[in-house]
């Protein structure tokens, strides 16, 4: 394992890759490693010759109330959590490192980006592609890994990917959840018991609206079940719980074949995000 | 020389070559090749392995009331001249072939390009950056050629490259002249007879702002003396000239070590744009 802290290092890691012609497998992530990340990094590392995770808190992507300061750093527990399961290099960049100019270039996400997530955290998408672009750029993987439950995250990378044409392969991996169904998530930290033991009724309230939408293919009848299960059995408040076409993420309709639903609850004051897939629009 | 009409077939042509690990200058244009062109060429040429050039006239670069349709098309002549030029592929894209879909995702120029042209054409750089950016995912370069004449296109794409951390290196090459001191531009064939015989005094304007640059170490002096030249000398509307800091194109004071010259002038209709480079500030 090695842990490469300046993109000097890590330009000569990956050209010493490409030079012996092995694929790289690359896991971006903001440390606070759960089962989730290394489920990616397990996939990464099997699905090529080696394997890499970036390790950056990334400011970009906080908003200015947003817990940036807070967020949870512990490199020396990431690494071994990454050596564990078979990383190869870990990049772990400042960030000085990572901006050490501004000449004011941005990119700006679109429509799928003012919804769900993006709809309370302005600018957190833009901040997202502006770090993504540049670690793969640096990185040059042949794959890079992202986890479904930032499904917002991930349609808009895709897109990203694919209108700018990256010459990089994604692998989208499913949801880890805890035994009681909670997906894995660094921010589960934050709960207090009391708000731990309320928070699986996020999954129940979207498995609830999948069945609803399969059996009246109503998405309006879904929402309104899942809401009233998360009122019913939380304190929490929600932010959304939605219906939505994959990967646009548009209003369902009868040409829908991937369906998105997607909730962010506040349970006390930590904001949990999780999403089901429904294939064949529920049709 | 290959004629590369679709991405799958660049693909394979650069997968090849990667293969190989053979070195890929690259040289984007717009066609309508003329020797500003074939001088890139000849670098991309003999500084790498293999030299490809893209001809796509990139649609999201030009504004409503701007020249897309008109502007000259010939691959034919165009992929000749390449030829002529030592260049192993050309890459000529349809516009449903590059831009198929449209996610909404934008990259947006700063400061940088709110002045020079592109006070007069908003969109014109973040268009630049859309195609450049898609073809240097498609096309791999070692590195990448650029002719100075479009200085703050340079400016701004250098940004994006470092801010960014594409893996590419950039040629910048010096403006081609015509005998008389004209640059050469694919748009000179739009020009009369009297509106060419004009034209030449867009250069001697510059290196007369030069002149006063290095002599008094006053911008505004220079630019005024630039001015006096062009109307003295030519029918043509001034549509600016300015003494900038080199590649921020910031305003010149005491630090500035690069200055950067630069003028657009309509001689009659059509627009050209020329510009000189003063190491030391003209200090």
Redesign the interface.
Known sequence: MQVLET?AQL?NWVAAKK?A?QTIGFVPTMGALHDGHLTLAKAAKAENDVAIMSVFVNPTQFGPHEDFDAYPRDLARDVALATSVGVDAVFAPSVAEMYP????????????ATILCGASRPGHFDGV??VV??LF??V?PTKAYFGQKDAQQVA?IQ??V??????IELGIMPIVREEDGLAKSSRNMYLTEAERAQAPHIYAALQLARDVLQNTHDAAAAVSAARTHIEAHTSGRIDYIEVLSYP?LAAVDATTTDVLIAAAVYIGSTRLIDNIFVSNGGQ
């Open positions: 993109i330009r030079e012609a100019h501004d000449g004011g270039i941005r990119i700006h996400a679109g429509r799928q592609l502006q672009s540049k750029h640096l040059e808009i897109t990203m694919r209108d700018f044409n990256f010459p646009d």
